[in-house]
């Protein structure tokens, strides 16, 4: 029998083999579960201790226990180096299972291997083998599911990044089909429903609905405008979110447009790269006429505007398209003087409607169905917003 066992990695794999584990003892069992309320030699003493009447113990630390130490980071050494040497002291019977503690250290593990075993289970997989599983497990409940709308699931766990979380990924597919139960088909806009409360996950979805808009050879922006207005409709702070919004697209077509001024000047992508990551991100010090912008800095170091695989995301295509192909240079200057433009008239002062009028103005630039700089002013300028629309 084991008496040392470590399990890392995603939950079910770990309570499968806490199932096993168990399974492998006598009936009635006795289980200890310890944290990190319990001291170390109160936990030492228990694991160490020899039963009386011959049962099997089980001893889960699911969090290191406590000790004295001027650091928690030193405490985390110490108590680590004092489990390494009572594995040997363990009496028969009684099995010791740290589960999921973050032990990756090898002269630990290689202790543990001595009077146990050491489980590492995947705890990310790529997004491509996450798409497969979800067609995979709704196709399981006899639903409808297609690889878009399996893509936009998967893509709602980590918008920018490759891989997803085993764990979160379960809990969402536990959540959504709940959601969807008794529907054959699952659709775009279940997913929205569900993952609304996300404002990273409207925000990167709504750019990703906007790139194909403008795209496309229809123009039809209601899928962009639903997709706002159902955000919106849930905030708390409507205007500050309503605000942070338009900031946050600025920062994105800002982007963009710096990428498609180095492309137009012949330059090429690494170029491009370095040239947009110098740029430096600032904050602001002071109020009013006291107020100074200066670098952010993060260790010592300017933090950057854009990372470098900010600015290849918008080179590169995903999905088969590349943001910057979206859109022309020209294009690209009317939606961002739109956007400074439009924050600028919601700071003096908008009602609720007015600022929603306004960001179905930038909806509409974006996607290209309003193309002129006099339409924008003519609609921004006016005292009332939803007056003085005609044509683009």
Not at 189 to 198: E, I, N, R
Request: positive net charge; contains cysteine; charged residues 25%.
């Amino acid at each position: 029998m084991n008496k040392v066992i470590v399990l890392e990695g995603n939950s079910s794999e770990r309570k499968r083999a806490l199932k096993k584990i168990r399974n492998s003892l006598t009936d009635g069992y006795n289980t200890t579960i310890f944290d990190n309320k319990d001291s170390y030699d109160h936990v030492s003493n228990s694991i160490t201790e020899m039963s009386c009447f011959g049962e099997d113990n089980l001893f889960i630390v699911r969090e290191l226990p406590r000790i004295e130490a001027p650091t928690d980071a030193q405490a985390r050494t110490k108590v680590i180096g004092r489990f390494k040497k009572i594995f040997k002291d363990i009496p028969y019977g009684n099995v010791l299972v740290f589960d999921n503690i973050g032990l990756s250290a090898n002269s630990f593990l290689k202790e543990v291997k001595k009077f146990g075993e050491v489980h590492q289970f995947k705890q990310k997989v790529n997004k491509p083998d996450g798409k497969k599983a979800a067609i995979s497990y709704f196709d399981h409940k006899k639903m409808v599911i297609s690889e878009e709308v399996a893509q936009l699931l998967v893509d709602s766990l980590n918008l920018d990044g490759d891989e997803i979380d085993i764990d979160k990924f379960n809990l969402l597919m536990h959540k959504f089909y709940h959601y969807v139960y008794n529907k054959k088909e699952v659709t775009t806009k279940d997913v929205h429903s569900v993952c609304l409360a996300s404002k990273d996950f409207v925000t990167w979805t709504l750019y990703k609905v906007l790139d194909k808009i403008s795209a496309s050879e229809g123009k039809d922006i209601t899928p962009a405008v639903v997709l706002i207005n159902d955000y919106l409709n849930n905030v708390k702070h409507f205007q500050h979110e309503a605000v942070m919004l338009i900031r946050g697209m600025s920062w994105r077509y800002g982007l963009l447009l710096l990428a498609k001024q180095g492309v137009n000047s012949g330059m090429a992508q690494k170029e491009i790269v370095n040239q947009i990551s110098n740029i430096s991100k600032l904050e602001s010090k002071g109020r009013a006429f006291m107020m100074k912008l200066s670098q952010k800095m993060d260790k010592d170091q300017p933090k950057q505007e854009y990372s470098t695989g900010m600015i290849n995301s918008v080179m590169s295509s995903y999905y088969g398209t590349a943001p910057l192909t979206c859109y022309s240079y020209d294009q690209l200057l009317l939606i961002y003087y739109t956007l400074v433009k439009t924050v600028l008239k919601v700071r003096t002062g908008c009602t609720d409607s007015e600022i929603r009028i306004a960001i179905s103005i930038v909806i509409a630039v974006v996607c290209g169905v309003i193309s002129k700089k006099n339409t924008v002013d003519g609609i921004l300028e006016h005292n009332k917003m939803g007056y003085g629309i005609r044509g683009n």
